[in-house]
Each structure stands twice: as structure tokens, then as C-alpha cells.
């Protein structure tokens, strides 16, 4: 097995062995991620990190990567990025970032261009997000992040909560916990609960499912407590909004009742769903989350340019 | 003959043996281009790019070109750079540039920029296009291209297609083409033909031009069909427009009684001036002249701020 | 004593001693920073270059500092830095960015940004301006201008000129001056004069100051002339900021009785304070001025991040 050319489009193209080897990778990689020891895997390699949206947390974290293993970056980002949507084609501009690289990040507002991409490209395409379709990499690093406090995902208890119809990255998330063996609940307003297509394929996996909106109650069975951001534009009424978004948030008082070893993560940027008193608790996990985003695409690149 | 500490602001600025000296260099560079090989031949230098208006191709292929020989690059793009112009004065951009870098290349609205730029600035200051003016790099890798593919420029054929009058790559091409000994074809719509000053100053060089708005006619005996963008503004009436977009574009069909070795180039970004079927043709040639700003590039940097 | 690991946020936080070392060290730096030297001292660390607004003179010359060093740049600037500011919270922009390198710069555009900042982060924070705050590596290099110049800050006349109540340099200059045992002028219109407690501080160090609003009489007796930008926001009529800026302006005719050794200064970038025929005088140093912020950004990461 080897990962070495391989695009990275959805989580789903990665075999569990696949996924693994990332992760025992990363691992190897926190060390360099933190400036503690340097690098030279990737010198002389270019990195095209192409943002026709904005997306400042996996930009910067690829870029620290690539810079980390010694390799340079060449970015498109801001308007120049929403420029070249308008002005030439897709296939086009990948051409180009292609020719003056070795390996190709991109985020798009439209479902379908990472893979679309691929195809254009002789080098590797990382998906960095792609409108309402995938976005591995946060999902690699997700698992990581869990794996890192708890030596395993099978057998966790991971309650997904928020905004879990419009918010991609409980998707890819939930299918690859279920393949990996962690059960789940699923905590949102009804209107903006997880797909069925998606709570079917979990239970196909032959993995439990609870679906409520009833947060507090989830708290003492969870392992991983996942909050993602409600958006005030999926609501007609303020009002409605309003009422939604404090049920489905994180303060000090709703954790009496976790477990000591529970983590709470989130991908950021959070707007008001974690209260920020809950920082510094010891449950608190989405800033080294973040951070593990560095070590994570640092495997992913080497393994991708260089094989293992 | 030595590049070092040279300004490149105008292909005429260069003699044919120091274009031959770029083209040899930058077959050298090929290798590192493509990332097989790495290079530390501008290790500690710094690149200031600084594009007061938006290239994509230019700015990345500048940047990556740096990078894969060891050097660093500071940027100004996209609305900083236009904020710039209207804040100081060019002299004083130019100077704290200077104080912070090796070499300058810079794009700029205005014609003559680069040229007073290079007064004020102690270092080299690479041409990236200033206005209607010059855009030597580009006439470099399109004459790379072309010797690639053929092994020579004298006694080729080139049709150059398009909008002539305001398309500034055909001029600086057309005279170094001229220079180096190939026969042309200029192919445009009658408004948007070929200036005067650049047909005669071809004809003085010993040349012969075909001038003509039959594309079709012009195939068979073309080595190099070099299209390029025609844009609408140009016309007072749309339909005006249409036709002539109609006219001037490649397509599988126009292509049947090409020469088997027949290339097809252009500057890029393209708008609909070939037809997308023609990219898997082997004439297609527009892809790899666009890869070629890198190693042509390169060889550039190092000469300018090394020598031989 | 030892910089490593510490927040440069007010030039304040520095004791006499440690500006001297940075001196001394930025002085051992010049060679590296004009590119006729390598180094490889930061080689794996990551700077992240956050500007919340823009500044271009401070960030290109940190980002250069950081990789004629051996180390790499992550960058936050132009459009993106201001959507950060509406979207999270700084505490979260500053956590992130703190996972994904090893020191951060920053440019702020509420006062205290700095120092709120640098309570959130692990790693270092040099404040890069912050507002009607501090700047003071900008203090630092026109400390290392005057020094490289005299060989002494002590016993020489700064005159300083222009807008002196909201321009944010000459309040940490003066103060850093005259603990270093500087006399000076305060030249400027009454409406924006040196504010009091700048004043009162300066007086309290045991050092002379002479508060004038006439520019000529003060260069005979000056070592250096510091000019700085009348912004025309500042006055209600357009008719009084023309006069003022008039009176405040440095053009040859005034230089006829200046020492011979006199040397201008400004922070750049500049309106119209400075005539641009007296760039090619002797007294010039502006340019200079701007270059130095290249060694003396290069020593304060040097020591920050390693110590000495």
C-alpha cells in the first residue's frame, strides 16, 4: 500500500489501513509541527494552495506544513481567488497551479471541483473543502485528535451536536467514526438534523445511532462531545434562532455530569455555541484540534509526494 | 557577456546572443522545474514580487521559480498593490522594495513603469508587463517553447492570430521572431490588426510578413499557430464581436490540413479563441508553454543575480 | 538577561540593556540582510504575519527578516485580515495562529490588541502597531539609524516635525530618547503638538525640550530631523492644512544652515513633507531608515526566538 500520487478527495477514497498509516504518521510528525525539530522531506517542492474561498485556518495549516518539511508555497487567496472563478475555466487555472507545482490544495464554493480537479492535474489534488461536499483532511484530523487522548477510536461514544444538515464536516465525520467502530448521537433542532442518507449508511456500518435534541442528557455518555456552529441564515425568524442556538451550547453547568476524560471539539471558527469559561476546563480540546491540523496535513503531503 | 546585476525591462534590451544564453540556461533548469531535482543556487536571496495589478500566471511562476532555487519571495498583490499605487509615489515603492530584496519583478498598469522603476531601484527589476508596453519573460518562454519543440526559431513559419494591435506579447514576439530569423502570418480582424511601426519594423529586419484575416488560409503553412485572446471591449457591437470571435478560433476542423509537427500556443488565460477538444490534439501546445515560465524564468533569476 | 521568549509589545518593556543588544546584534545582521550572506539560524521556524490592517513597509520587511534567516511565513493580510476581525474573536485568530508557528507579528487596528494578544498566545507576540498604541520596532530601528549614523544617542538634538499628537511613532521615539540621553525639539502646528504627558515624561528623564512651531530655526541646532506626515483629516478647513503643511515641509532652501552632518528621517511613506529633490542630498537617511527595519527585525527574531 502507499499513498504516494494518490488524490485526496473524500475521505471515503482512504482504506482504514490508509487512514492509520496517516495517523501513526502525524504522530511522527508533532515534534517538527511544533518547530521543536527541523525538516528537510519536502526541499525543493512547491505547494500550489489555491483558495477560491476563504479559509484561513486550512490555508495557514498547510502552508506551516509544507514550510515545516522544507518545502515552499505558492497561494492564491481573497479576491484573486474569486477572480479566477469568474475569469477562466477550472480546468485551466488547475493546469496552470499544476505546471508550477508538485501538489495542488484547493478550496471551492462548488461541490464536485476537487475531484473535477483531479482529473486536470498529472500531480496530487488535496481537497480542501468543496462547497456542501467533502473535506478529508479536517476529518483526518478529527480521528487524530480523538485517537491522541483516547489510543482508539472503536468502542467511543462521540454526540455530534448543531448544525448537522448544512455543516459538511459531521458527514464525512460520522461515516468514518462508524467505519472505525464509534457509536453516536446526533443532537440538533429538527430542521436541521443529519441527512437520512447519511444516518442510514451509519446504521449499514452496523453501528448505533441516537438522534435528539436534548443536549444535557447526551453529556454523561460521551466520550468526544463534537459542537459545530449553528448559522443564523438557516432560520426565517430571529427569534427561532435565538431560542436554538442556547439550547445547543456548551457552559460550565451543562458539564457537571461528564465523564472526567470527555473532550469537547470543534472545528472553528465558533461564533457563540461554547461558552468561553468552558476554555479553560480540562474538557476543553478544539485548540490542540486545530493545532493537530499542522502534523496531519504534514503526513498527508510526505506521504503523498514521497510514500512512506 | 555576463546578465549579472542586468535590468529586463525590454527583449530589445537583450542581445541574441544573451536570449540564446537565457534559452540554454533555462533547458538546464527544466529538471528543477519539475521538482526531480532540487537546487540551492539562490539560497538567502529574496524575490520582492510586486504586482500593482493582477497576473496570476506571471506572479506564480515567478514565485515558484525562486523557490525551487532556494530563495525566498515577499509579495504585494491584489488590492494592496492597487491601494499602493495611489498612496506614495512609485519611486518611493520601489525603494523600500529594493531595501528588502535581491531582485524585483513587478507588473504595473502604466507603460514605462518598469523602466523608471529600474532607475530608482539599486538591484535588477524584471519586467512583469507595464500597460501597453513590454512583457519580455513572456517573449523569452514563448521563443523556449517554440526552440524546444524545433530546435531552432530561424526559417520557422509562425501565424500569430488574434488581437494584434492591442495584444501586447504578439509586438515584443513578432520583433524577436523577426531577430531571429522566422517568417510570419499576422491573422486578425481588420481594427485590431498589427501596428504599423511593429510591421515595418519586422520588414526592416529582412523579413517577410503575410498580413491577412483568412485563418483557414494560413494553416497548412504555419509551424506555430500562436492565438490569442480577442476581447470584446474592443468592438461598439456585440454581433460585431461575435463574428470575428467566430472567426479567429481554432478547432478540430481548421486543423486537418495542419503540418503533422504544427504547434499551437498561447499566452493564456484563454476565453473561447480554441476549441477545448483541441487540447488532447498533439498540437496543443499552450499547456506546456505555460509550464515553461518556470524554468525559462529561473534561468533568468540566477544569471541576472548570479551570472554564468 | 535574555529576550528569548518574551513579548515585544511597548518599547517600554525593554531595559536599556536589552535595546543595546538588539542593536548590537541588528548591526552583525546587515550583511545577511543586504543578501551578501547566508543563514540558516531560524531554519524550520514559522513566523505568522498577521495584518488586521494593512502596513506594507512593516510586514515585507519582518517577512524578509524572517526568511534571509533560513525560516518560513504564513501570512494574514489585505482583505482577509479585516473579514477575521468580524468573524471570531482575536483570542481565537491569535490561538490558531499560535498552533501554527513559532512567533507572531501583528498589526492591530484597536490599541491593546497587542497586549491582549500576547496573553493568549504561547509563543511570542511582537506588537508590529496597535492603533493610537505602540510600534516598537519601528523605535528600534530609527534608534539603530541614529547610532549606525553618530556611534551614540547620547548628547545628539532630534528635532521632531509634523503631526505630533496622533503620530504614534514620535511618542515612543521621544520617550526611548530621552532615556538614552537625547535633547530635542518638538516642531509642529498648535492643534496637534506633543500631548502633555509625552512631554511631561520626556522632562521628568532630566531632559531639555524646546516646543516651537518654527521648522527653520531649529535645523541649524539639530543632528537629526525627524519628519513626519500632517495627515489633512485632522484640520476642519482644507485652506488651514494647506498652510500648515507649507510651513512643516523639508525642501533644500532650509538645509543651507544645517550641520553638515544633519540627517533627515521620516518612517515613510511620506505626502509631501519632504521635497524629493532632497533625496539626492547627503542628508537623506530615509531610505536607509526603511532598509535598517530589515536587521533590526531580523535581530529582534534572532533573539526572541533563541536568545542570544
Given amino acids: 500500500m502507499t499513498l504516494k500520487g494518490k488524490d485526496i478527495v473524500n475521505i471515503d477514497d482512504l482504506s482504514l489501513q490508509e487512514i492509520e498509516t496517516i495517523l501513526d504518521s502525524a504522530r511522527r510528525m508533532v515534534d517538527i509541527a511544533k518547530g521543536r ?14 483558495f477560491f474561498e476563504p479559509s484561513t485556518r486550512t490555508r495557514l495549516s498547510f502552508e506551516t506544513a509544507m514550510q515545516r518539511l522544507g518545502g515552499g508555497v505558492i497561494t492564491i487567496a481573497g479576491q484573486e481567488g474569486s477572480s479566477l472563478i469568474k475569469g477562466e475555466t477550472l480546468a485551466d487555472t488547475i493546469r496552470m497551479a499544476d505546471g508550477y507545482s508538485d501538489i495542488i490544495v484547493m478550496r471551492h464554493p462548488r461541490e464536485g471541483a476537487a475531484r473535477m480537479s483531479a482529473t486536470f492535474s498529472e500531480n496530487p489534488v488535496i481537497n480542501g473543502g468543496d462547497g456542501a461536499g467533502q473535506h478529508p483532511t479536517q476529518t483526518l484530523l478529527d480521528l487524530f485528535t480523538m485517537r491522541e487522548k483516547f489510543g482508539r477510536i472503536d468502542g467511543l461514544h462521540v454526540t455530534l451536536v448543531g448544525d448537522l444538515r448544512y455543516g459538511r464536516t459531521t458527514h464525512s465525520l460520522s461515516l468514518a467514526l462508524a467505519r472505525m467502530g464509534a457509536s453516536m448521537s446526533f443532537v440538533s433542532p429538527d430542521i436541521i438534523r443529519m441527512p437520512d442518507h447519511i444516518v442510514n449508511d451509519v446504521k449499514e456500518l452496523g453501528v448505533e445511532v441516537n438522534m435528539t435534541n436534548d443536549l444535557k442528557a447526551e453529556v454523561p455518555g460521551s466520550d468526544v462531545i463534537y459542537m459545530t456552529r ?19 451550547r456548551i457552559e460550565q453547568g451543562i458539564l457537571e455530569n461528564a465523564k472526567r476524560e470527555m473532550i469537547i471539539m470543534h472545528p472553528l471558527p465558533r461564533v457563540d455555541e461554547i461558552d468561553p469559561s468552558v476554555d479553560f476546563t480540562s474538557h476543553a480540546r478544539y485548540f490542540e484540534q486545530a493545532f493537530n491540523g499542522v502534523p496531519v496535513r504534514m503526513a498527508l503531503l510526505k506521504l503523498v509526494l514521497e510514500g512512506e
Fill in 230 to 248: 449553528i448559522q443564523k441564515e438557516r432560520f426565517a425568524e430571529e427569534e427561532e434562532y435565538l431560542k436554538v442556538a442556547h439550547s445547543f
Fill in 37 to 50: 525539530k527541523g525538516s528537510n522531506a519536502l526541499e525543493g517542492k512547491i505547494l500550489a494552495s489555491l
